[in-house]
């Protein structure tokens, strides 16, 4: 590889097309406020670079952003772009990653409005994110170790493995099919509604009216705090360890508990069978 060193770039398409290069410690910003500075880049790693000028790396193919930062100004830093690692890197665009395929982001930390939508195939590893709108209509996602915050999570996804996460959101996973959460924390209000096989194994679920219109739900060895008005036409089969507050015209299955406040069956609009269970204790001798 070649190599581009301490420079500074502000003009547009400053590196435009490079090919098989390495660009550390540069700095992209300046007076010319150029866009586009690494658009439909191929096979090349940007190391210790800072970024401070709009859409920076549109189009790009079989790249690692290494240790790097983008702030507000880049907007949209990364889109269309695929076979690329986002590693140790700190990132504040509005919009990162848009329409992007294949790619890792490992031990980063972001803000970003909208980040992740429309991709396919991402990684996301031991990371700590900030997103109103996050990961919109993408697939094929693994998450383990990540600390995400914001509202309006996990929409219209499809094909979800997550593990040892903090999700602290509202409206998470709503229209979401073949999602698994293992050995999570997962807060806030109005959690999965209308997801198709959401399945939720050793976690801990905070928040008022969980999981309601639901289609083949499964909680295994979960608890549930501060949940009322849970799995109201849903079909649901639930193991949970603790106390619900309250559970509401479950359409189909079985929930069982050590404990429910209270079981509302009435004012249902559709055919509601669902059954409850309080678990059975057994006193050792």
């Known amino acids: 590889m070649r190599q ?3 420079k500074t770039f502000d003009k547009e398409r400053s590196l435009y097309h490079i ?3 390495e660009v550390l410690n540069c700095r992209f910003a300046g007076e010319a406020d150029g866009e ?3 658009k439909e880049c191929r096979n090349f790693r940007v190391k210790n670079c800072s970024f401070s000028l709009r859409y920076p790396m549109w189009h790009a193919k079989k790249f690692e952003l290494l240790e790097s930062s983008m702030d507000d100004l880049t ?5 269309y772009s695929k076979d690329g690692v986002i590693k140790d890197c700190e990132i504040d665009g509005v919009k990162t990653l848009r329409e992007c395929k294949n790619i890792s982001v490992d031990g980063c930390k972001i803000d970003s ?3 992740g939508w429309r991709c396919k195939n ?8 900030n997103a109103v709108y996050f990961l919109f209509e993408t697939k094929d996602v693994e998450i383990e170790n990540l600390d995400m915050s914001g509202k309006y999570s996990f929409q219209y996804m499809k094909n979800v493995h997550i593990k040892n996460s903090k999700l602290d959101t509202k409206d998470a996973f709503w229209h979401s099919k073949n999602i698994v959460v293992e050995n999570s924390i997962v807060k806030g209000e109005y959690l999965g509604w209308f997801s198709d096989n959401l399945t939720l194994i050793n976690c801990k679920i905070i928040g008022t009216q969980p999981l309601c219109y639901c289609k083949n739900l499964k909680l295994i060895d979960c608890e549930m705090i501060d949940t009322d008005l849970a799995f109201e036409y849903s079909d649901v089969e639930a193991q949970i360890n603790g106390h619900i507050i309250s559970v509401k015209n479950p359409k189909t299955g079985l929930i069982v508990a050590d404990s429910i406040g209270e079981i509302i069956r009435e004012d249902a609009v559709l055919k509601c069978s669902g059954g409850v269970q309080i678990r059975e204790h057994r006193l050792s001798a």
């Open 36 to 38: 586009s500075v690494l």
């Open 113 to 115: 409005i909208e980040f």
């Open 19 to 21: 090919k098989n290069t």
């Open 4 to 6: 581009i060193i301490d």
């Open 122 to 129: 991402l990684k996301i590893t031991n990371s700590r994110i």
């Open 75 to 79: 907007r949209a830093p990364i889109w």
